[in-house]
């Protein structure tokens, strides 16, 4: 066997462990944690403006919790829809 055969195949079993999958990296692990993220990100908005009606946050605080909830609202509502647009277009698809 040439040598520098043998060294490629040494060099391609070494990398082939950085080319499968890491365990908690998949679709459904992500989607999770963003739906734990946006669960937080909406609790957190509401205890802001608890706080803030009973007089215990500033207005910059609430402010700012208000703008990331709505942000974290828009983002789900156009993943939301662009879900719902590929699900369309699956379903016009020739069988």
């Known amino acids: 066997m040439d040598i520098r055969a043998l060294n490629a195949a040494q060099k391609y079993a070494s990398s082939r462990p950085a080319t499968e999958p890491v365990p908690g990296s998949g679709a459904g692990e992500t989607a999770a944690r963003l739906v734990s993220d946006f669960a937080s ?53 020739p069988v």
């Open 41 to 93: 990100t909406l609790k957190e908005g509401e205890a802001a403006a608890k706080a803030a009606m009973v007089g215990q946050a500033d207005p910059h605080t609430l402010v700012q919790a208000l703008t990331q909830t709505e942000l974290a609202v828009e983002t789900a509502v156009t993943v939301r829809d662009k879900v719902v647009e590929a699900y369309q277009e699956i379903l016009r698809m």
